[in-house]
């Protein structure tokens, strides 16, 4: 399921709010298009999107998820 724009930008706020926030695998994965464009742009990652590197770094399904997006987002550059 994918969100708007709009929805990605107040989930990402939000998180951004919260300290020491963990993200679970469902808003990790609202989230990983969003980090996973950004950081090939090379941007800085605002707070919402650092939880999800956070999470990557613990949780192996999301990073699966995380560099096949990657890659295809590559693919696409390239
Ligand atoms: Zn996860």
Redesign the pocket.
Known sequence: MLLSRKEIDSLMKLIGLTQDVEL??EQ?LYLIAEFAERELAGKTLPAGLQAVEQ?LSV?A??REEYEALQQALRELSA
């Open positions: 679970n695998c990790c999470h949780c399904e999301c």
